[in-house]
């Protein structure tokens, strides 16, 4: 018979095992009443035919767990309560690990060829990653019982693991548990009384089955801990409690959580203070966003009722502002405030010799932990030609004193849109090149082309679907050439701005000679927990990914704070359901949750409301009547599943439903709340309201009406 046929002879049955146990209604002796009603009877049939019973058991028992049928828990405790302690156990374990090892071979070979050839790719990791530690994390899920039994083996089965090896695991995995079963079986079929019930034996015996999930989760974590750390010898005393590498958002926020709760505590930075966000990113981009705005608002002067308004600047003194800025800000983030806080400052490079200790210059420090927030640098592609010239990124954007003439940006993302707007304003006639179909990928459509008219309204050059393929210097001209739809595109420059991403820093501080490990994408693996995979390093921040916002730097901090410096006690997952960010571009583009794209591509049923900006009476009084609020909710329910923003303020804007999806509160509730007349603030109630006008009672509204027809003394 050949390979299909066998298939269909497996599953037909398997199917018909399957509707004859449920048919038969055989279900309903596997339930704890039905046990206790004839335990007497079994218990005789027993003592007369040992031997029969127990192997009628055992092949019942396979049976029932190869077929991933209801009821192994109740046979599990019969087993208990009708043979002996020792006898249930052997009996149970082997033939609960046969069963397991039957479905894990029948899910292998109805299904597996064909999952591995559909997902290949992205099975590539999964697959490593049971290769290499498949036995510890099935002994770990048989262990600690998450996922149900069934699940396990028909999972399982579609990987690569050798089929002695989930067998040998499975039994040795399963064990414990079983013992646990077993035990509270036999103390329940002991009871012959109502008193029995209060008996201290059983109520140990539901304690322990209670707690022991609990207690195999923690021996799991100590295992878990001892094999990442075995290798290296561990110190008898420690400097530290934990050494934080890096000091941007994630590495400060670290830093200050642990000396707050009296930890000790050093953080190390090779450079400045306050890391990328502060010296390169958040900081100074919006000091001169806010300057190019200034500019945008005096050429709109007569929208505003005044005749004629001058601004002249120097483009280096806007430089220096934005330098002021940054040292004005600066004392936030400075060695002194942080060591007055109880944080040890060290300026040097780090390198971590072991889970241990850290070396910088010629100390070694030793640490029970460590934090890993090391950030994350532009990515610079390898276009040829692009090392010629000296192209700009966010790092050496600022040292600009002069405004450049003709500057192509590279990039449709957050930077790269907030820098073409900037430039434009300044008077620099600005190209902006993204090989995808539009601007901010991660945005609706709509909101994509309303920002490319906006900049394109402004003299920007806005280029989608052009891959950028060489830089070429002909006769001291710098040409950028592109595809676009199979044609060359060749673009002149005076600078260019290299805005297409950014990287984790990962190399150079020890992780790869120590072992971490890293994800796809090029950043630290870790767990939920924040974890490595040396469980006694965590990470925070762009290096951990999967956001690379300043925002979630700090909220990943917490964690892995905590959870390094109190996880022996409790550990705390980190929560990422709520994840906003901005876009600060004029109009601002905010963002948390799903948008309408998104529910379209998960095929979610989803209803959308939308109020228009130019309705809000503040707006108007502005001059900034442009842009929308649109909220993506369940069908006929004001739960939030995401908001857009798109207007002026709209970060600000977007903290109320931030809020309101954190902690589950509805559109009802922002509706239901009072909002200072006028602000934008009210925008966020008016499109609780327009929600609201979609979902109006009308069957109850005309029985209103007529009961006000009926009080005016109206008939009909």
Same mark, same amino acid.
């Given at each position: 018979?050949?390979?299909?046929?066998?298939?269909?002879?497996?599953?037909?049955?398997?199917?018909?095992?399957?509707?004859?146990?449920?048919?038969?209604?055989?279900?309903?002796?596997?339930?704890?009443?039905?046990?206790?009603?004839?335990?007497?009877?079994?218990?005789?049939?027993?003592?007369?035919?040992?031997?029969?019973?127990?192997?009628?058991?055992?092949?019942?028992?396979?049976?029932?767990?190869?077929?991933?049928?209801?009821?192994?828990?109740?046979? +599990?405790?019969?087993?208990?309560?009708?043979?002996?302690?020792?006898?249930?156990?052997?009996?149970?374990?082997?033939?609960?690990?046969?069963?397991?090892?039957?479905?894990?071979?029948?899910?292998?070979?109805?299904?597996?060829?064909?999952?591995?050839?559909?997902?290949?790719?992205?099975?590539?990791?999964?697959?490593?990653?049971?290769?290499?530690?498949?036995?510890?994390?099935?002994?770990?899920?048989?262990?600690?019982?998450?996922?149900?039994?069934?699940?396990?083996?028909?999972?399982?089965?579609?990987?690569?693991?050798?089929?002695?090896?989930?067998?040998?695991?499975?039994?040795?995995?399963?064990?414990?548990?079983?013992?646990?079963?077993?035990?509270?079986?036999?103390?329940?079929?002991?009871?012959?009384?109502?008193?029995?019930?209060?008996?201290?034996?059983?109520? !140990?015996?539901?304690?322990?089955?209670?707690?022991?999930?609990?207690?195999?989760?923690?021996?799991?974590?100590?295992?878990?801990?001892?094999?990442?750390?075995?290798?290296?010898?561990?110190?008898?005393?420690?400097?530290?409690?934990?050494?934080?590498?890096?000091?941007?958002?994630?590495?400060?926020?670290?830093?200050?959580?642990?000396?707050?709760?009296?930890?000790?505590?050093?953080?190390?930075?090779?450079?400045?203070?306050?890391?990328?966000?502060?010296?390169?990113?958040?900081?100074?981009?919006?000091?001169?966003?806010?300057?190019?705005?200034?500019?945008?608002?005096?050429?709109?002067?007569?929208?505003?009722?005044?005749?004629?308004?001058?601004?002249? !600047?120097?483009?280096?003194?806007?430089?220096?502002?934005?330098?002021?800025?940054?040292?004005?800000?600066?004392?936030?983030?400075?060695?002194?405030?942080?060591?007055?806080?109880?944080?040890?400052?060290?300026?040097?490079?780090?390198?971590?010799?072991?889970?241990?200790?850290?070396?910088?210059?010629? $100390?070694?420090? +030793?640490?029970?932990?460590?934090?890993?927030?090391?950030?994350?640098?532009?990515?610079?592609?390898?276009?040829?030609?692009?090392?010629?010239?000296?192209?700009?990124?966010?790092?050496?954007?600022?040292?600009?004193?002069?405004?450049?003439? $003709?500057?192509?940006?590279?990039?449709?993302?957050?930077?790269?849109?907030?820098?073409?707007?900037?430039?434009?304003?300044?008077?620099?006639?600005?190209?902006?090149?993204?090989?995808?179909?539009?601007?901010?990928?991660?945005?609706?459509?709509?909101?994509?082309?309303?920002?490319?008219?906006?900049?394109?309204?402004?003299?920007?050059?806005?280029?989608?679907?052009?891959?950028?393929?060489?830089?070429?210097?002909?006769?001291?001209?710098?040409?950028?050439?592109?595809?676009?739809?199979?044609?060359?595109?060749? *673009?002149?420059?005076?600078?260019?701005?290299?805005?297409?991403?950014?990287?984790?820093?990962?190399?150079? !501080?020890?992780?790869?000679?120590?072992?971490?490990?890293?994800?796809?994408?090029?950043?630290?693996?870790?767990?939920?927990?924040?974890?490595?995979?040396?469980?006694?390093?965590?990470?925070?921040?762009?290096?951990?990914?999967?956001?690379? !916002?300043?925002?979630?730097?700090?909220?990943?901090?917490?964690?892995?704070?905590?959870?390094?410096?109190?996880?022996?006690?409790?550990?705390?997952?980190?929560?990422?359901?709520?994840?906003?960010?901005? +876009?600060?571009?004029?109009?601002?583009?905010?963002?948390?949750?799903?948008?309408?794209?998104?529910?379209?591509?998960?095929?979610?049923?989803?209803?959308?409301?939308?109020?228009?900006?130019?309705?809000?009476?503040?707006?108007?009084?502005?001059?900034?009547?442009?842009?929308?609020?649109?909220?993506?909710?369940?069908?006929?329910?004001?739960?939030?599943?995401?908001?857009?923003?798109?207007?002026?303020?709209?970060?600000?804007?977007?903290?109320?439903?931030?809020?309101?999806?954190?902690?589950?509160?509805?559109?009802?509730?922002?509706?239901?709340?009072?909002?200072?007349?006028?602000?934008?603030?009210?925008?966020?109630?008016?499109?609780?309201?327009?929600?609201?006008?979609?979902? *109006?009672?009308?069957?109850?509204?005309?029985?209103?009406?007529?009961?006000?027809?009926?009080?005016?003394?109206?008939?009909?």
């Amino acid at each position: 018979m050949k390979g299909n046929g066998k298939k269909i002879l497996i599953v037909l049955t398997i199917a018909v095992l399957v509707t004859l146990f449920f048919a038969f209604d055989l279900q309903r002796y596997l339930t704890l009443a039905e046990l206790k009603a004839r335990q007497e009877a079994f218990l005789q049939f027993y003592a007369a035919n040992k031997t029969l019973t127990l192997g009628l058991y055992f092949v019942f028992y396979v049976i029932v767990i190869a077929l991933s049928l209801p009821g192994a828990a109740v046979m +599990t405790l019969a087993g208990g309560a009708l043979f002996s302690f020792l006898p249930a156990v052997i009996v149970v374990s082997f033939a609960s690990t046969i069963g397991s090892t039957l479905a894990f071979l029948v899910s292998r070979f109805l299904l597996r060829d064909w999952v591995q050839a559909r997902f290949r790719e992205r099975l590539k990791t999964v697959n490593a990653g049971i290769e290499r530690d498949g036995h510890f994390y099935l002994f770990t899920l048989r262990l600690v019982p998450i996922f149900p039994l069934f699940m396990i083996n028909l999972v399982m089965g579609l990987t690569p693991m050798r089929t002695l090896t989930f067998y040998w695991v499975s039994q040795l995995g399963m064990l414990p548990g079983t013992a646990v079963y077993v035990n509270a079986g036999a103390q329940l079929g002991q009871i012959e009384s109502l008193g029995g019930i209060l008996s201290p034996e059983l109520i !140990f015996s539901f304690a322990l089955l209670g707690i022991f999930p609990l207690l195999a989760r923690k021996g799991v974590d100590i295992m878990q801990k001892r094999r990442s750390l075995k290798d290296f010898p561990k110190p008898e005393s420690f400097d530290y409690n934990v050494v934080v590498l890096g000091a941007g958002s994630a590495g400060l926020v670290s830093a200050y959580i642990a000396a707050a709760v009296k930890a000790k505590v050093v953080l190390i930075e090779k450079d400045k203070m306050g890391g990328d966000c502060l010296n390169t990113g958040c900081v100074p981009s919006k000091a001169l966003i806010r300057s190019a705005k200034m500019l945008a608002y005096a050429r709109r002067a007569k929208e505003f009722g005044l005749q004629k308004s001058m601004a002249d !600047f120097d483009f280096a003194e806007v430089m220096a502002r934005v330098h002021r800025v940054v040292k004005k800000v600066e004392s936030h983030d400075s060695v002194e405030r942080y060591t007055a806080l109880g944080v040890e400052c060290i300026k040097g490079e780090a390198r971590i010799t072991s889970p241990y200790t850290v070396q910088v210059g010629e $100390r070694i420090l +030793t640490t029970r932990n460590i934090i890993v927030a090391t950030g994350a640098e532009p990515f610079v592609p390898p276009i040829p030609g692009l090392d010629q010239v000296d192209f700009l990124t966010s790092d050496n954007l600022w040292q600009l004193r002069e405004l450049p003439r $003709r500057l192509v940006v590279m990039g449709g993302g957050p930077i790269g849109c907030e820098m073409t707007q900037a430039f434009a304003r300044f008077g620099a006639q600005v190209t902006q090149v993204e090989m995808a179909p539009q601007l901010m990928g991660r945005e609706d459509p709509e909101v994509a082309a309303f920002v490319r008219e906006r900049f394109e309204a402004e003299g920007v050059r806005v280029l989608t679907e052009h891959a950028a393929k060489e830089v070429q210097v002909k006769d001291q001209e710098k040409i950028l050439v592109c595809e676009h739809q199979g044609q060359k595109v060749e *673009v002149p420059f005076d600078a260019i701005l290299v805005a297409v991403g950014r990287r984790a820093r990962t190399t150079g !501080f020890g992780l790869e000679e120590l072992g971490v490990r890293l994800s796809q994408r090029g950043t630290i693996e870790v767990d939920p927990f924040l974890r490595t995979n040396f469980s006694n390093i965590f990470c925070a921040g762009d290096v951990a990914g999967p956001y690379q !916002f300043t925002h979630t730097a700090a909220h990943q901090a917490w964690y892995a704070a905590v959870n390094a410096l109190f996880g022996d006690f409790r550990k705390f997952r980190a929560d990422y359901r709520v994840i906003p960010w901005c +876009t600060f571009t004029d109009p601002e583009v905010a963002r948390v949750g799903l948008n309408e794209a998104e529910a379209r591509e998960q095929n979610m049923d989803h209803e959308v409301t939308r109020f228009e900006l130019a309705d809000l009476d503040r707006a108007i009084a502005e001059g900034e009547e442009h842009g929308w609020i649109k909220v993506i909710t369940p069908p006929g329910q004001d739960k939030i599943l995401g908001v857009t923003i798109v207007g002026t303020h709209a970060g600000d804007l977007l903290a109320e439903y931030i809020l309101a999806m954190k902690y589950g509160l509805g559109l009802n509730k922002i509706l239901g709340t009072i909002h200072p007349y006028p602000t934008l603030a009210e925008a966020n109630k008016m499109a609780a309201g327009e929600w609201k006008k979609a979902h *109006v009672p009308e069957k109850l509204l005309a029985w209103v009406e007529k009961y006000h027809a009926w009080r005016r003394g109206q008939k009909g």
